[in-house]
């Protein structure tokens, strides 16, 4: 399967995006992938998009200032997750940061706060 994280009109084809995939059955040890982009506008801001299991129910990047950022996950529309079953077992985020700092790495943490994954950026 393909992701595809756009920003503008979908329908236009003319958005700035990416494309990520990954292969059905979904594995059951994945927890998250996560991509850092530069933004519509670098010189504003970054971002960091991905996809999540829910069970990795807290996503924390650590930014090169030293700060944390609680990165948002949201599931699929509710129409999309009854026509695709096996979306109902993934989140999606696209976190946005100043430009004058990057994410250095996301960790993911489960609900009861145990570390599940550390991924580097």
């Known amino acids: 399967m393909e992701f595809e994280f756009i920003s503008g009109d979908p329908d236009e084809r003319n958005g700035f995006g990416y494309s990520s995939g990954m292969s059905l059955p979904i594995p059951h040890a994945f927890i998250f992938h996560a991509t850092s982009g530069d933004g519509v506008y670098p010189e504003l801001e970054g971002d960091v998009s991905g996809i999540a299991r829910p ?26 997750r009854q026509r695709f079953p096996w ?35």
Do not use: N
């Open 55 to 80: 069970r990795a129910v807290r996503l924390v990047a650590k930014m090169s200032d030293g700060s944390r950022i609680e990165i948002e996950t949201q599931r699929p529309p509710t129409k999309l």
């Open 87 to 121: 979306l109902r077992g993934l989140t999606f985020f696209d976190q946005f940061y100043p430009a004058d700092v990057e994410p250095l790495a996301i960790t993911a943490y489960g609900r009861d706060g145990r570390l599940l994954s550390r991924q580097p950026l």
